[in-house]
């Protein structure tokens, strides 16, 4: 925080103008403190301090002849802002820091990889749904193989059957036709319910 003015040219001038008056009114402390920063070669300080005593002797009765004010002195002046010093780290919380950084840095790692396992997917991942596949694929080859080699049998029965009902093939034909096909209907019905029964289950 700002705490003084780098006094200009102007300051200089004019307060050595004003010091160098004869019959200065200016008290004893404030001379002291205006040559002191006078005599400083290189860029001087001035503190708000003695700028306000500066400005309230500018300002007194005896003053009022005086053509300055203090904003004209310090119109080619600037303020001086002190250079922060970091006090160092404690090493300790540092590295408690780091810790808890790197603990944190765990925690979310863990977090998104929590469903990543690859022993879990060797055992229950890709393998297992490639043999439910296989599994499923089997299921449906016996259904339809078991439907048409009943199908098949309930027209062969029917048709070898009938030879002693008919004598003529057409209405032997016929006969097995409409057997197979009934007992067809009967297979694709307890499918269809055992299927939905299935799929019911949770």
Do not use: W
Not at 16 to 30: A, C, D, F
Not at 143 to 168: D, I, K, P, R, W
Request: glycine share 4%; with cysteine.
């Amino acid at each position: 925080m700002a705490s003084s003015f780098v006094v200009g040219d102007q300051f200089r001038n004019k307060v050595t103008e004003l010091v160098e008056k004869t019959g200065s009114p200016l008290p004893q402390r404030l001379r002291e403190e205006v040559e002191e920063i006078l005599m400083k070669p290189g860029p001087a300080t001035l503190s708000f301090s003695t700028a306000r005593k500066l400005k309230k002797y500018l300002q007194d009765k005896d003053f009022l002849g005086h053509p300055f004010f203090l904003h004209e002195l310090l119109e080619d002046s600037s303020l001086h802002l002190p250079e922060v010093v970091k006090p160092p780290r404690n090493p300790e919380l540092v590295a408690r820091l780091e810790r808890i950084k790197t603990k944190l840095a765990n925690e979310e790692y863990n977090r998104i990889t929590r469903n990543v396992n690859t022993q879990e997917i060797n055992r229950n991942g890709t393998l297992a749904d490639f043999g439910r596949q296989v599994r499923s694929v089997k299921a449906v080859v016996v259904t339809v193989f078991n439907f048409l080699v009943t199908v098949v049998a309930a027209f062969a029965c029917s048709y070898m059957g009938s030879q002693y009902l008919f004598t003529e093939t057409t209405a032997r034909v016929i006969s097995a036709v409409i057997a197979a096909s009934v007992v067809g209907l009967a297979e694709l019905y307890v499918l269809v319910r055992t299927m939905e029964g299935e799929l019911g289950e949770p």
